[in-house]
């Protein structure tokens, strides 16, 4: 899609592996606009028969996603406006799973809040020693709702956890790698790409049977996605809501300003 001042995504098809690449000024934070073309070009890819792999990917050599555009949070005024925008999460996080290609993330730097779901939604996520991790929803009043399926069924529930309650605590790459959240962390951005390429490079190279069977085993138990992700986005949507939440972001903001 075209830049914006909110951002863009783009797709590139090569030799079987298609790359989704988002950006967004504010460290690659997501509004809706963003979280709406990512499951839309996750679910074509999914549906090219051309298409083998695909790669979620953010540009910059920093943050690899900052999570909810606070800026967008602070205009929601009802629930369903609410329940609408924490859906766009769900969205992405159920392209990922439903679209029948093996998803690989690749993540640069820090990842917050949606973030990390993102990467959780990976089937193999590769991430630099940069890539530390924070899920900072209670600090400013809601919680992970949305995206706790996806990160629990990866790291467990006691590591879930302990990367709520301390949410103002970033935890490194390589805690996020013996969670397993990563399946691999190098040490630079040259490394980590040269390690996707190969992988990807072999994975296009597979039968393509073989692969969409592997992605059914990988995402057995998770059927009722659509339903769970959907009930967990009207609960942030709620309480986004609250005054407690609308005086943190703005807080935030100012801070940043």
């Not at 790669?55 to 900052?66: L, P, Y």
């Not at 606070?70 to 679209?99: M, P, W």
């Amino acid at each position: 899609m075209p830049e914006t001042p909110t951002g863009r995504v783009t797709t590139t098809i090569n030799d079987g592996i298609a790359t989704v690449s988002f950006f967004h000024p504010a460290q690659n934070s997501l509004p809706s606009n963003l979280l709406a073309s990512l499951t839309d070009d996750i679910k074509q890819a999914g549906e090219d028969n051309a298409v083998r792999v695909i790669v979620i990917k953010s540009e910059g050599d920093r943050t690899f996603c900052a999570g909810a555009s606070f800026d967008e949070l602070l205009q929601i005024k009802d629930k369903a406006t609410g329940a609408e925008f924490f859906s766009g999460f769900a969205n992405v996080i159920n392209a990922c799973r439903t679209c029948g290609k093996i998803v690989i993330v690749r993540v640069q730097g820090k990842s917050v809040g949606g973030g990390v779901g993102l990467a959780a939604a990976a089937d193999y996520c590769l991430a630099t020693e940069a890539a530390s991790i924070k899920l900072s929803e209670l600090a400013i009043g809601i919680g992970p709702f949305v995206i706790s399926p996806a990160v629990t069924r990866k790291i467990g529930l006691s590591a879930f956890s302990q990367l709520t309650i301390r949410a103002t605590d970033f935890q490194t790459a390589r805690w996020a790698m013996d969670k397993g959240l990563y399946n691999e962390v190098h040490p630079d951005i040259g490394a980590l790409d040269e390690s996707v390429n190969a992988l990807t490079a072999k994975l296009a190279s597979y039968h393509p049977d073989a692969l969409k069977g592997l992605k059914q085993i990988l995402w057995e138990g998770t059927e009722n996605w659509d339903e769970l992700l959907a009930a967990r986005a009207a609960i942030s949507g709620e309480l986004v809501l609250s005054e407690f939440t609308q005086q943190a972001l703005s807080q935030f903001l100012q801070g940043k300003r």
